[in-house]
């Protein structure tokens, strides 16, 4: 609806009376609206251009060794940017999809247990020389109900920032928790932590703590957003907790609607 309707029942020289106020908003979803088309289309058209760039550019890095040292160097360069320019256009196109689409349809049981220990693969992986020690603490027998595709992209977020942003043979833990209102998913580090001010705007597109670094790690700056978003339609909430030297907590949590506990064993009835 376009409207916000606030309606007060209030008492005037003892009478009562009714106050409402209407605030009209069609504007602002008009403008959002072109906010979200403007930064989909962008990205759509940006797309083809970049593939055929891509393209030449592979052709080249195939012949580098006939190349110049100076233009083989250039052709390396030239490749890791414009695939950095492919992740973000990859990363806005799903990030506007997250925000277009309804969930509904693509309901899945996911299995967390299953999940966590894939996502460790690729995070060991990613981390290689770094020796990250990686963990998993599984204490809640619920799956998940949703989309898979999209938990996964959101929790491997989680655990690839663990592994960029701390230092070699830091400790990331993941923790699927029950609580009392549902089940939290938390990924945990003991690295540089952040440093408070920067907590409110985190998830923010394109906002980060060190910009230079960041660029330097391969990530779009898009990451925390793709995250929340996620959830979001998952009708979970992100709560990110961090002390600066400390290290960082991300809990991603979910309600008991969207989580599904395994059927109780059945016991025989006394004879
Ligand atoms: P990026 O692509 O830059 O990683 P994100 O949205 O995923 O973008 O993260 C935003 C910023 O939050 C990062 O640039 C980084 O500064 C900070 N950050 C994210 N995760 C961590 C973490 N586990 N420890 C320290 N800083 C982090």
């Known amino acids: 609806d376009d409207n916000i309707t606030l309606e007060y029942q209030i008492t005037i020289f003892g009478r009562n009376e009714r106050l409402m106020l209407v605030r009209d908003i069609t504007r ?3 403008l959002e609206q072109m906010r979200k088309d403007f930064v989909a289309n962008v990205s759509h058209e940006l797309r083809t251009p970049l593939t055929v760039i891509n393209g030449y550019l592979e052709t080249f890095a195939d012949y580098s060794d006939q190349l110049p040292p100076r ?14 320019m492919q992740n973000i256009i990859n990363d806005l196109l799903l990030l506007s999809r997250l925000e277009t689409t309804d969930i509904e349809g693509q309901q899945q049981t996911i299995d967390i247990e299953k999940m966590m220990t894939s996502i460790r693969q690729d995070a060991l992986l990613l981390s290689s020389e770094k020796k990250h020690l990686i963990k998993i603490e599984n204490n809640c027998t619920a799956a998940i109900l949703g989309s898979e595709n999209e938990l996964r992209s959101a929790f491997s977020n989680l655990v690839f920032n663990a592994v960029k942003y701390t230092p070699s043979e830091s400790t990331i833990l993941m923790r699927w928790q029950e609580t009392p209102i549902g089940a939290t998913l938390t990924v945990e580090d003991n690295g540089e932590g952040i440093d408070a001010r920067h907590l409110p705007r985190l998830t923010e597109r394109f906002y980060r703590v060190d910009k230079g670094r960041s660029a330097d790690t391969g990530g779009t700056g898009l990451g925390l957003a793709i995250v929340k978003h996620v959830l979001l339609r998952h009708n979970a909430k992100l709560e990110i907790k961090s002390i600066k030297g400390e290290g960082s907590q991300f809990h991603c949590h979910f309600p008991l609607a969207r989580l599904k506990f395994q059927q109780a064993d059945y016991i025989q009835p006394p004879a």
Not at 75 to 81: C, D, K
């Open 71 to 84: 233009w083989s160097r250039a052709t390396q360069q030239m490749q890791q940017q414009s695939r950095r």
């Open 28 to 30: 602002l979803h008009r």
